[in-house]
């Protein structure tokens, strides 16, 4: 490539990214919109995005000379790349760069949930010193569900490993991962048996609103709840359904189903305010793959995939 091959890039990105591609024409406009990339979408050989800009047909159509779309993270759900792949455009993900930070934030949420991190910290500042009420529960020991075990799953699984418990996992589109540590498991036995459950699957029109009704109807062992993959795998009434009539032991959630608050309809508002004020709900502004580590690998990882 030369600086004849031009390249948006959609999102704030590590300099490193800038650096390795200043060879090239860059176009870096972190806070671009979608009318502004459709006008000049058709000049570019290269697209980077994350999660906040849709690349659909409409866009694909008018990208005549894109070869490439690079997604920081994973998850693929806002690009077309089916389509893209029809129209010989190469599509990237690289969830190797943040898989280690999902898991890690994973496993805060849950350490952060059982022993009562949040609460207790916030009545200390109150002015209270509660501590029969805040009586933690220990992670060793227990049995934990990972449904989804893929990059983020299997990161979070080998995180739990030195606290001496059981491992059911359940892919549906992935089979033969067993070993010492970690159970594959059919999704019945882990609704069954885990006293903890963390999502870890795509968003696709399979699994919008996977843990709805029937999911939370289905626990048997009052699990505690954590998700770090797309607030849309999660309905919202469902979980706070589940709330209410203790079918969880509690929820950490770094995503929602709709994450832009001032476009909350007044179901949304009313669903996060009740969540909100939950002693054994914590959220988090999906932040779990986002540290400083990752921002720089995932600019590595597309870099590499790219042969660049």
Known sequence: MSKEKKIIITAPVHPYLLERLSRYELVYQPAIDYATLESIIGEANGLVVTTRIPIDRNMIDKAGKLSWI????????????????????????????????????????????????????????????????????????KTVGIIGYGNTGAAFARLLQPFGLRVLANDKYKQGFSNDYVKESSLEELCHEAEIISLHLPLTGETKHFANTRFFNSLAKKPWFITTCRGGVTDTAALIAALEQGQVAGAALDVLENEKFDTLTDKQKKELDFLLHQPNVIITPHIAGYSHESYLRMAEVLLQKLGL
């Open 70 to 141: 690079g997604r920081l993270g994973s998850g693929m759900e806002l690009i077309d790349a089916a389509y893209a792949t029809e129209k010989g455009i190469q599509c990237i993900s690289t969830p190797e760069g943040n898989r280690n930070a999902v898991g890690e934030h994973a496993l805060a949420l849950l350490l952060n949930l059982m022993n009562h991190v949040s609460r207790s910290f916030d009545q200390v500042r109150q002015g209270q010193w509660l501590r029969g009420e805040n009586r933690g529960t220990e992670l060793s020991g």
